[in-house]
């Protein structure tokens, strides 16, 4: 522009200019050949087709089993869920304090947070997608509850109509359920709007756990963390809530999913946060919108190369707490009470880490006892509590790394590499197989199902504990990828090379899924978790000797 005197003037860019302009510079660096996308776009659709397809088809037909749909809407369901619901919107605040919603490249995430444009306009996108897929998320869960219920009224009728003798029976189970709407449709719509607004409220929660302080963040972790445990152990003692009071959050979290009187309460929760979105935005620091977006791209780098250890240090919390506490010492003088006492010094020393860890290991330990007991056999829930244990017993498990990292160097504790390597297992042995054991024990206490075998259900928690264990071990001795496995194997469904390289990256998780899944078979059999914790140990022992 041009000025009456012919010198130039600035021109002013709006917020709106130097947003489009920001994001188109982003698109033309991420732009990608043709073909490349093209590979992508079908690698996807491959997947799809081959993993997950099958999944949701598995999903669906266990949901809508009759039997399985009468245990899933009725009234000792009710708390599960709350209990559930509680976990995830905790969840939700502490994957905040890690990785939050608003994170970008480094280059944008640097240039939105210098730039002059206000915060709560360049990171609304970001928030806005966030609340668009965990709503849709929530509202899948709440229509597949409502499919569930449905089938659960279908059986009952049909039974009813079937045998006479059975009609008690029938009446018992349609009076378990709770969204009783003129018409299946109204159902599934009352339940998918719960549903979504519960996962409007954990994607704002999300945004909460990023934005405001860590004492806030803990507090509402820990707000959280006591409703969902209210309402298990409601469930365990055999209360109901009243529907009359599902207008309140803790009703609205007893009853989400399961009554139509919950969504009240899920909206008012999930539009009072929305109202607070723009505050929580201008309070978002720049340093932490960078700083996670570096380890975020550090992350995806990791990954993309298959080294998922790596990434998951990216996360590590760094010690800061109890660095005044010597971890040898005290008077301990034998070689396997000095390691133990570093072990446990160092475990101290990330308390909200280590606090994470043992709270998941004691669920762990309850879930896999109660899986157990049930019939038919909960093996889902048996290889979701597995994975748990097994990531769970990380923060106790920094040892094993140290012992193998040091087996690679000069001798600097007086023993050899294979007894330091052992005297390391002790700590998280012990640990582990403590906390996943008083987990299983107060269910046993408190739960007469798994009462009736309290050995066999303890016994079946600690073997996992023990397996988490020894899969740390194997995870710890993983050596990088070999080349042998970079080999394409071309078949007519594509190359499988990569199925290969997956399966390797995911070895420890894997194992410990159908670690959690035979242990939940049966209290009494105990055979097939031994067996898959004999075969960890022998691909842990391999790789120890062709280290």
Not at 77 to 82: D, L, R, S
Not at 210 to 220: E, F, H, M, Y
Not at 394 to 412: I, Y
Request: glycine share 8%; with cysteine; charged share 10%.
């Amino acid at each position: 522009m041009i000025g009456g005197g012919g010198e130039a003037l600035p021109v002013t860019r709006t917020p709106a200019t130097i947003l489009r302009d920001l994001r188109r510079t982003v698109r033309e660096a991420r732009r990608r050949p043709t073909a490349d996308t093209s590979y992508a776009v079908y690698l996807s659709m491959l997947i799809v087709l081959v993993a997950v397809v099958p999944v949701v088809r598995a999903g669906w037909l266990f949901v809508t089993d009759p039997v399985n749909a009468v245990a899933l809407t009725s009234a000792a369901t009710m708390p599960v869920i709350a209990g559930v619901v509680g976990l995830v919107w905790a969840a939700a605040v502490i994957a905040g304090r890690l990785r939050g919603p608003v994170v970008f490249t480094p280059f944008l995430a640097h240039a939105l947070t210098t730039s002059p444009v206000p915060q709560r306009r360049a990171f609304a996108r970001q928030v806005w997608m966030s609340v668009a897929a965990l709503s849709a998320a929530g509202a899948l869960c709440g229509a597949v509850l409502a499919a569930a219920e449905a089938a659960a009224v279908t059986s009952a009728t049909a039974a009813a109509a079937a045998s006479p003798s059975t009609a008690a029976l029938a009446t018992t189970a349609a009076s378990s359920a709770f969204m009783i709407a003129p018409g299946a449709a109204l159902g599934v719509a009352l339940s998918a709007s719960v549903g979504a607004a519960c996962g409007i409220v954990a994607a704002l929660l999300w945004l909460v756990g990023q934005a405001v302080p860590s004492r806030w963040s803990a507090l509402a972790i820990g707000v959280l963390a006591a409703l969902s445990t209210v309402a298990f152990s409601a469930q365990a003692w055999g209360l109901t809530f009243d529907p009359a009071l599902a207008g309140s959050t803790l009703a609205a979290l007893a009853a989400v999913g399961a009554h139509p009187l919950a969504a009240p309460g899920a909206l008012l929760a999930a539009l009072t946060l929305l109202a607070v979105v723009p505050l929580l935005l201008s309070r978002l620091e720049p340093r932490v919108v960078l700083g996670q977006s570096l380890r975020w791209e550090a992350v995806r780098l990791h990954t993309s190369t298959l080294e998922l250890s790596a990434s998951v240090a990216t996360y590590q919390t760094v010690p800061r707490a109890g660095r005044r506490r010597f971890a040898i010492g005290g008077r301990a003088r034998s070689l396997p009470a000095i390691i133990v006492r570093r072990d446990a010094v160092a475990a101290l020393r990330t308390p909200g880490r280590l606090a994470i860890g043992v709270l998941v290991l004691l669920a762990c330990g309850a879930l896999i006892t109660g899986a157990a007991v049930v019939a038919p056999p909960a093996w889902m829930l048996g290889a979701i509590a597995g994975v748990a244990a097994y990531a769970a017993a990380g923060p106790l498990s920094d040892g094993l790394r140290h012992a193998v990292e040091a087996a690679s160097a000069l001798p600097l504790y007086g023993t050899s590499d294979s007894a330091l390597l052992l005297l390391h297992t002790l700590f998280p042995a012990l640990a582990v197989g403590l906390v996943v054991a008083t987990g299983a024990v107060l269910v046993t206490a408190f739960w007469p199902p798994a009462a009736a075998l309290p050995l066999a259900s303890i016994g079946s928690a600690v073997i996992v504990a023990i397996g988490s264990v020894v899969l740390r071990l194997m995870n710890a001795l993983k050596p990088p990828l070999p080349l042998a496995l970079l080999t394409p194997i071309p078949t007519p469904a594509g190359d499988m090379a990569a199925l290969n390289r997956v399966i390797w990256a995911l070895d420890g998780v894997l194992l410990a899924g159908l670690l959690g899944a035979a242990a939940s078979l049966s209290a009494t059999a105990i055979l097939a978790p031994l067996a898959v914790v004999a075969v960890a140990g022998l691909i842990a022992r391999r790789r120890w000797v062709v280290r």
